[in-house]
């Protein structure tokens, strides 16, 4: 997987680079995990936080539930957030 595919805010795996190719080019999709809009709410470390701590104290729920894995683990899942995010 491209390293640039995972969330910001979350370290949700993605099938394509929120930024774009260039990493300067939101795709203004929804993550279905922490429900972040590439290009809004993760446009800069201090919005990404932000937006981290106010989904983890929403008790970090999916915003597309269906995707939520059996075994799903925030701890291993949050190793993927680029550190300049974290
Ligand atoms: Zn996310």
Request: charged content about 30%; overall charge negative; some cysteine.
């Amino acid at each position: 997987m491209h390293s640039d595919c995972y969330c910001r805010v979350c370290g949700y795996g993605l099938s394509s680079p929120p930024w774009g190719e260039d990493g300067s080019t939101p795709t203004w999709e929804i993550c279905p995990c922490c429900g972040t809009e590439f290009g809004y709410e993760d446009c800069t470390p201090a919005s990404a936080r932000r937006k981290r701590n106010q989904w983890i104290l929403n008790g970090k729920k999916w915003f597309e539930n269906k995707e939520r894995p059996a075994d799903w683990d925030w701890d291993r899942q949050f190793q993927n957030i680029p550190d300049s995010y974290k």
